[in-house]
Nanobody
Framework: QVQLVESGGGSVQSGGSLTLSCTAA????????MGWFREVPGKEREGVAT????????YYADSVKWRFTISQDFAKNAVTLQMTNLEPEDSGIYYC??????????????????????WGQGTQVTVSS
């Protein structure tokens, strides 16, 4: 059973920065991907950024490209989301997630619409204008 523990988040003014961290315990070889999703009341959960464990092609939602950076510490089974130039529209509950993704040949895909079967408890991010 993979357990995900998030830290970071909080409140910041528009244009500010925040960093979210997630540490995974109990990771098996079947877990190939980690990522961040966010939830806003009245909207579906959105994939923000994902990354293959061990490195590889990352995914970013169009709304966060060039502002957010996902990175991972393979030795610590940890993933970090650095968020800069934050906007009020970035407010929401951010969830760390892990899953098997999809292997296509030697390529590990970790798209947000693939299987994500482990979730953290969520951390609130509030950006005020």
């Amino acid at each position: 059973q993979v357990q995900l523990v998030e830290s970071g988040g909080g409140s910041v003014q528009s244009g500010g920065s925040l960093t979210l961290s997630c540490t995974a315990a109990g990771v098996t070889r079947r877990t190939k991907c980690m990522g961040w999703f966010r939830e806003v009341p009245g909207k579906e959960r959105e994939g923000v950024a994902t990354i293959p464990i061990g490195g590889g092609k990352t995914y970013y939602a169009d709304s966060v490209k060039w502002r957010f950076t996902i990175s991972q510490d393979f030795a610590k089974n940890a993933v970090t989301l650095q968020m800069t130039n934050l906007e009020p529209e970035d407010s929401g509950i951010y969830y760390c997630a892990a899953g098997p993704g999809l292997e296509v040949g030697s390529l590990q895909l970790c798209g947000p619409l693939l299987e994500w079967n482990y979730w953290g408890q969520g951390t609130q991010v509030t950006v005020s204008s």
